[in-house]
């Protein structure tokens, strides 16, 4: 096997960089979310849920966003663990450590799984329920700001020669082909 492309987002784009540029998505997220959705339920008194459940929400979406992306590795036979902290003593952190590599389609359906578990129930929460929509459209925000790492692991993913076999180091991901 040979190295067909390392991908390290921080390394190439800089940390504080990619912090901007996920906030300024969530941000740009909530506000494109907010405004229509305020004018479609202007008739709906809004609920203030408990600033425990809000700041619990908040601190819940980053760990779910991560087990998100392990719900693909379930339906395969590759072994893998959790790692489980707290940064700062305060913010939990899971950490997914892989024990082999995963082929190209499988990467990306993890890459998508956030998207795919998080974003399109809260989705259907801001119809089904549009007395909390603000608080919604919150967690919606700070997992769409989140996903911006992931959806640029995408990209390169989806550019990846169709067999090849992507493997996660501790900051990077490195792209593999078959050596002729």
């Not at 609920?47 to 425990?52: G, N, R």
């Not at 489980?84 to 499988?106: D, E, H």
């Not at 993890?110 to 089904?128: D, K």
């Not at 909390?132 to 790492?149: K, W």
Request: hydrophobic letters at 50%.
């Amino acid at each position: 096997m040979t190295c067909w492309k390392t991908i390290n987002i921080t390394k190439e784009l800089g940390y504080n960089r990619l912090i901007i540029l996920s906030t300024l998505l969530g941000i740009s997220t909530f506000i494109l979310m907010y405004v229509p959705f305020s004018i479609i339920y202007q008739g709906v008194n809004i609920k203030a849920p408990s600033i425990y459940i809000v700041l619990s929400s908040l601190v819940l979406i980053p760990v779910l966003h991560k087990l998100a992306h392990a719900i693909p590795l379930l339906f395969t036979d590759k072994e893998f663990q959790f790692r489980w902290g707290f940064k700062n003593k305060y913010i939990p952190n899971l950490k997914i450590m892989m024990k082999s590599s995963l082929s190209k389609r499988t990467s990306i359906i993890m890459m998508l799984a956030p998207t795919i578990f998080i974003t399109l129930p809260l989705m259907l929460a801001l119809i089904a329920i549009p007395v909390y929509y603000p608080v919604v459209i919150l967690c919606l925000a700070l997992n769409i700001g989140m996903s911006l790492q992931d959806f640029i692991v995408l990209a390169y993913f989806a550019r990846a020669p169709k067999n090849s076999v992507i493997e996660k180091s501790r900051e990077d991901y490195d792209i593999l082909v078959q050596s002729q």
